[in-house]
């Protein structure tokens, strides 16, 4: 699980941040990677409230005025890094079955949420204080699962699934209970929750709890 | 939906807070009801970033020092507002059918959470800023959950479930699509979310989805 073709749904990659380093150019690029840098370490080890452009502009040995310039303040920087993390040619697991590759998306969730030091969880709870990481944190979390989708029509082409089942609903009951339990309700991780949360929505859907309507114009 | 015994999972009721208004004995009583009224209002309006002891005090029309003395800082009052929240006789729903107490609970927990004033969605992204109120919103959700286990038990004995299903892993896969779309999602309500959320759950649970091993000395 170290290859960023495994990193998780939400998961920011250990720094530095992907499209950062994939583009590495010039000083832009450069200053880029280490500031986005600095921000997932101040976050990991101090949370939001240590998130300042100072403690950033320091720790990235970069101008406090150009951190200034180029984010504008700590909302500016939590939606690059999130944008950054969205920049990356991750794929869904493909294991051959349904249920293997929602239960294997569930683990790498369930990973990174209980990773220390927690850059995924601060990310989300940043999300809460700013109206632009917020906004960031949607954007990544759509692309996510839409990128999940060919794990559903995957799914279809084997025969496992009815067609016209609801890709999305089907993806976000399979991992909701990973993010309920661990953001929300705060309770211990439980090794056999992704398990068990990835059978049960592939049980479901199986038995045709998420076949919609056909779309329109194409059945 | 306006009595207390519908009032919703995470939703706090509408100001007075329910213990404070079921025991208006004396001085201290209703000064807890006034302050912790102002709080919901102050929360509801203006979100956490609104939220200080000055501006409860003052809508409260309750001395500062009062206010200081008995509550401390902004997490007790969000800490004092939660379990008050929780100290109601709220009890789910029975309507005959697991999948109906299921889709009412789920109703009840969607419009609790998309209301307005957004209480309850303040209070919960309130836990992401102050541990006392994350810790009183854990209490309070574990309160709620314990007591929508009755649910399933009465699904069991009508012959709907197995035995030995797990309850309290049901009762989150029911709930979490749409704890996960409304607060980290942050996608529009859908209407039917609920109904469909409840219908999966339940035809999985009564495929045996949540069947555990029978508890040690009970089977």
């Known amino acids: 699980m170290t290859s960023s073709a495994s990193r998780p749904e939400n998961a920011p990659p250990a720094p530095p941040a992907p499209s950062a380093r994939r583009r590495p150019g010039g000083r832009t690029a450069r200053i880029r990677t280490q500031v986005l840098d600095a921000v997932l370490g101040e976050l990991g080890e101090h949370g939001y409230d240590g998130l300042t452009m100072e403690a950033v502009a320091a720790r990235a040995g970069v101008h406090r005025a ?90 279809v082409r084997r025969g496992e699934l009815p067609p016209h089942t609801d890709a999305r609903r089907l993806l976000i009951a399979a991992t909701a209970p990973i993010y309920h339990q661990l953001v929300l309700l705060r309770t211990p991780p439980e090794p056999d929750l992704p398990d068990q949360a990835a059978a049960t929505a592939a049980l479901a859907a199986s038995a045709g709890a998420f076949t919609g309507p056909p779309p329109t114009g194409d059945g």
């Open 66 to 155: 150009t951190v200034y310039r180029r984010w504008g303040d700590v909302g500016g920087l939590l939606a690059d890094v999130l944008d950054a993390v969205g920049d990356d040619a991750w794929q869904p697991p493909d294991t051959g079955s349904l249920r293997g590759d929602l239960a294997r998306l569930n683990h790498e969730i369930q990973d990174a949420l209980t990773a220390r030091p927690p850059v995924a969880a601060a990310l989300i709870a940043a999300s809460f204080r700013s109206e632009q990481a917020a906004l960031a944190q949607r954007r990544l979390w759509e692309d996510r699962y839409a990128r999940c989708e060919i794990v559903v029509g995957r799914a």
